[in-house]
Each structure stands twice: as C-alpha cells, then as structure tokens.
C-alpha cells in the first residue's frame, strides 16, 4: 500500500527528455514507483488525467530570508509551483547579523518591519525557521554584504588585515553552519567597496566546503563585459564555481547578451565553472537609492541622508548620475536617469509620506509634487530614511530568452516568498513574487513557443538543482523527495500585475513537498512541510 498515487498524468521527468504518460506512487515523502501503476493500491489517489506533472519548480534566486520569518507558510512561491528556494542573494542573507541588526542592502526594511531579530550566525535562523515551520524547502547563500558590515561597517576602504581575518571567519562559520555558498550584490554599500583581492579570499574559503560563488555584477551597462569577467576572476583565482545572477544588460547594452554567452561557451570549453541566470520580465525592482552613486553611501543611510541634506554634496550625487549613469556604479537604472526616462522608473513602496505615490511614475510624482523628477527622489529618500524601492522598465525579452535557451543558463524570480494581507501587501512591489514561473510558461512557453514544454520544466528542475547541487531533488525519479508539480498547461499562467501584483496565479492543481499537499485541488494548505537543506562538503 503506497501512501499517494497520482494516476494518468503527462510527466515530464526534469531531464529535458520528452515527456511520457506514466503513474506516480509516493510513500514516506518519496517517490517509489512510476510507470504503469494501475495496480498498485494506495491511501490517496489523484487523477492527473489531462495535466502535466513536474517535479517542484527550484527558485535558485529569491529574497525571502526575513519575510518568511512573518509568514512561513510561503504562500506566494507554494502557489506558483515552487516546490525549493535558496536565499542570500544578492550580497544579502539573513546571517550574519551585527548586534542582531539585519543587513537590508538593497532591500526595504519597512517590508518586514516589526520583526525581531534574535540570530547571529546562520544555525540560530535556521532553528528558529524550522521551529515555526516552513511552507518550501530553503536553502541559502551567504551575502558577502552581510559579512562585511560585521566586520567593518559601511566604510568605502579596503580591509585592515585583523577585519580581512573576522571576514574569512564569518564566511567560515555560514559554511560550517550550512550556507550553500557566497553571494555578492556589487551594486549595493557596502558591495562596490569591495576589490578582487577581497573577493577571491572569501572564495577560497567557500571554495573548501565545496561551495558557489554568485554575484549581482558591479556593473550592467557599458561595463558589463568587464563586470562578468571579474566573477569569472573570481572563480578561477579562488577555484569554484562562479556564477552571474540575473546577468541582464540595460541600455545601450540591450543585445550583449549574445556575445557574453559566447564568451562563457569559450570559457567552459576551457574548463572554467561559470553560468548564469535570467528574470522573466523586462521590468525590475530594488531600492531607490540605487539611482545614485555607490560612493554616496559611504557610511550607511544617516551619512547619505546628511549628504543629501547638504547642496553642494547634493549637486554633486546629480551631476555624477548625469554625466556617468550606471558607469559609475549602482543599478544599471541609473542610465534611465541620465536620459531622462522618469516614465520608466516608479515608486514602488513608500512609507506614510509618500505611500499615495505608491505606483506612480516619477514623470507624474514630478508633476504632482511640482519639482524635477530628479530632486523628487532625493527628497522622498530624505523623507522615507533612505528605505523606498522602485521599478523602472530596462532589459529585454531577447536577452532573457538568450539566457534562458543557453546551456549554462537558469531562471529565477528575484523575489520574495509574501502572503497577501498585513505589511506583505503593503505598496506595490513587483508581481513576481507570485507571477514569475507561471508567467515564463504562459508568456514564453504556450504562447510563444519560444522552449519547449520539457526544455522549460528541466531549467525550473533539474537544470537548477544540477547547478546548486541540491540532492535529491529536481527529478522524477524513484528514490528522490517527492517535489512536485500538476498543473494544466493550457491554463497556467499569472494573475499578479504591476496594479495588482498581490494575486495568485492560475492553472496550478496540485503541489506537494516531501510528498506532503501543499496546494491541493489549487487551495493552499498550511503543511509547512518544507525542509531546511543545509549544504554538507
């Protein structure tokens, strides 16, 4: 007797092979059997008849670390099919923490306001995680962001060799206690301080416990070449594998994508360990400070916000946005700015000031507030303690579909497991958080063909857990944790907008993780079945 059978399903297995009609028994969480089941007895049975059944979607870029300390649940990434998640990216985890204070980086701290931090290291989160419960499987990088501002503040200056030492510690202990590698976001303070030398030290220590090295690049416009080849310097000079998290060119560079994957197919063919990965949309997200340059964040928030208080420091934060864009550092959105492209970069989450503006270009918040764009976001800066995000459109649907089709590229949300009410729903953050996967295979799967069924279930599985190197998971296949999908492919697809980004997807049936129904007949179930995977050398 199995405990669950999911009978007459199209299962595409996670390899990237076609797909085949088969049955699926689950008992004790893992898959048993599949194959011609009908035979087979079993406590509970669903009948796939017409779906597609996957193993669960592996989001390999997310920034649920703290959010999912307020709601465990995760019902944002259950309901989209996702199934695993791995946090700290972007130079930003949950731990280390300095005097139990969160490194926010680019993030909004008002996002997860009211919640108490009682971590240091990454096994003290990760008991209290378990402790509550957890909707997905998680798993996490260590944000090099993290590590430095516990060793050194916000400073813009290299190391001192007893800080250097505290780092190559802090990055130690995240191993030891279970981080899957080291994250970078060099677009963020106290990230573009940081030099290669800095870097590749932390990478050999990452590099003994068999760890990845993953980077927001320094820089993703006219510099972006050069900006992949320093996580590529990385990996060689520390001997890991290295890796380009959402490696999107903004403009003038739309396009590049094409020439840097060919450079990447050299450089694997050499040998080297390198990939990379995409976001479906052509519209991002992060904070608002971003549109200025890295070294006016020297110091942290209170020493920007004095800067911007001061005119002449002031000016000179404007006029480096308008003579150097992204070339300076900071988001590839602060090309938008040079150009004066204020229809194409809006607010995105505001405290009480400004939340009526929530959702509104900064062409219209110009207007309302009848100033420049420009000095309309250096006030709300001001006025919100530096913690607004935006969105502003500025990539490609050929880059990310470049990446995509590549052999060495993934897909990933970039967002947050949230629940749609309380202070997860407050502004308008951007609908991938709840849109993503469905909207890839929606969007670029039935409706463009662009990849085909099993091509695109193997990047959101198998390929991921591959690259992550997440046991046991990502494939159908006897042994293995039952993570899994059913869903209708003539259905699938998003309900979350830019209006309205808090809402469920559709065409989604069934979910279970560790062979337990999280989504069941495509109503959430408070399971928390998910697990914590702790890397192991």
């Known amino acids: 007797?199995?405990?669950?059978?999911?009978?007459?399903?199209?299962?595409?297995?996670?390899?990237?092979?076609?797909?085949?009609?088969?049955?699926?028994?689950?008992?004790?969480?893992?898959?048993?059997?599949?194959?011609?089941?009908?035979?087979?007895?079993?406590?509970?049975?669903?009948?796939?008849?017409?779906?597609?059944?996957?193993?669960?979607?592996?989001?390999?870029?997310?920034?649920?670390?703290?959010?999912?300390?307020?709601?465990?649940?995760?019902?944002?990434?259950?309901?989209?099919?996702?199934t695993t998640q791995i946090a700290g990216n972007c130079g930003v985890s949950a731990a280390p923490t300095r005097d139990f204070e969160p490194y926010y980086g680019p993030l909004d701290p008002a996002m997860t306001r009211g919640l108490v931090c009682d971590w240091t290291g990454f096994d003290d989160y990760f008991q209290r995680l378990q402790q509550q419960g957890v909707g997905t499987n998680v798993a996490t990088l260590v944000g090099h962001g993290n590590?430095?501002?516990?060793?050194?503040?916000?400073?813009?200056?290299?190391?001192?060799?007893?800080?250097?030492?505290?780092?190559?510690?802090?990055?130690?202990?995240?191993?030891?206690?279970?981080?899957?590698?080291?994250?970078?976001?060099?677009?963020?303070?106290?990230?573009?301080?940081?030099?290669?030398?800095?870097?590749?030290?932390?990478?050999?220590?990452?590099?003994?416990?068999?760890?990845?090295?993953?980077?927001?690049?320094?820089?993703?416009?006219?510099?972006?070449?050069?900006?992949?080849?320093?996580?590529?310097?990385?990996?060689?000079?520390?001997?890991?594998?290295?890796?380009?998290?959402?490696?999107?060119?903004?403009?003038?560079?739309?396009?590049?994508?094409?020439?840097?994957?060919?450079?990447?197919?050299?450089?694997?063919?050499?040998?080297?360990?390198?990939?990379?990965?995409?976001?479906?949309?052509?519209?991002?997200?992060?904070?608002?400070?971003?549109?200025?340059?890295?070294w006016s964040l020297d110091g942290g928030d209170e020493a920007l916000i004095a800067r911007l208080h001061d005119p002449i420091m002031r000016d000179k934060i404007k006029a480096d946005t308008m003579t150097h864009g992204a070339e300076s550092g900071g988001s590839r959105k602060r090309n938008l700015v040079k150009d004066g492209d204020w229809e194409k970069i809006w607010l995105g989450s505001s405290g009480p000031a400004n939340e009526h503006l929530t959702g509104k270009s900064f062409a219209e918040i110009g207007r309302l507030r009848q100033q420049d764009p420009h000095e309309a976001v250096l006030d709300i800066l001001i006025e919100e303690e530096a913690r607004p995000w935006m969105l502003a459109e500025d990539v490609s649907e050929e880059d990310f579909l470049n990446i995509a089709r590549h052999e060495a590229g993934g897909i990933i949300s970039d967002g947050f497991s949230l629940i749609p009410e309380g202070v997860l729903a407050e502004g308008k953050h951007h609908p991938r958080s709840y849109a993503a996967f469905p909207y890839f295979l929606r969007h670029f799967i039935r409706e463009q063909q662009a990849m085909t069924w099993e091509q695109a279930i193997h990047k959101l599985t198998g390929h991921a857990a591959t690259r992550f190197r997440i046991a046991d998971r990502g494939l159908l296949r006897e042994g293995l944790w039952a993570d899994i999908v059913i869903f209708d492919a003539e259905q699938i697809g998003e309900q979350a907008d830019f209006d309205q980004p808090y809402r469920f997807p559709r065409g989604i049936d069934h979910v279970f993780i560790n062979g337990v129904a999280a989504l069941r007949d495509g109503q959430l179930q408070d399971s928390r079945s998910g697990r914590i995977l702790r890397h192991a050398a």
Request: charged share 20%; glycine share 12%.
């Open 147 to 294: 590590i430095r501002v516990a060793a050194m503040g916000y400073d813009d200056r290299a190391p001192t060799a007893s800080e250097m030492d505290r780092m190559r510690a802090l990055t130690q202990q995240a191993m030891q206690d279970g981080a899957v590698g080291l994250s970078t976001g060099l677009a963020y303070a106290p990230g573009p301080f940081a030099q290669l030398d800095e870097l590749i030290e932390l990478g050999k220590v990452i590099g003994e416990f068999g760890g990845i090295y993953t980077s927001h690049i320094r820089n993703q416009t006219e510099g972006i070449a050069d900006a992949v080849g320093e996580v590529i310097a990385v990996g060689e000079g520390a001997g890991i594998a290295a890796h380009v998290s959402h490696m999107q060119p903004g403009s003038p560079m739309i396009g590049a994508t094409a020439d840097l994957l060919r450079t990447m197919d050299d450089l694997r063919r050499r040998g080297v360990d390198v990939s990379c990965d995409a976001i479906p949309y052509t519209v991002g997200s992060t904070t608002l400070k971003s549109l200025l340059p890295p």
């Open 1 to 82: 007797m199995t405990d669950l059978l999911i009978r007459h399903g199209r299962v595409i297995d996670g390899t990237g092979t076609p797909a085949i009609d088969a049955d699926i028994a689950i008992t004790d969480g893992r898959i048993t059997a599949i194959g011609d089941l009908r035979l087979t007895r079993a406590t509970d049975t669903i009948d796939a008849s017409g779906r597609m059944v996957t193993p669960g979607f592996i989001d390999i870029h997310t920034h649920s670390d703290l959010t999912l300390m307020l709601e465990g649940r995760a019902p944002s990434s259950v309901a989209q099919g996702i």
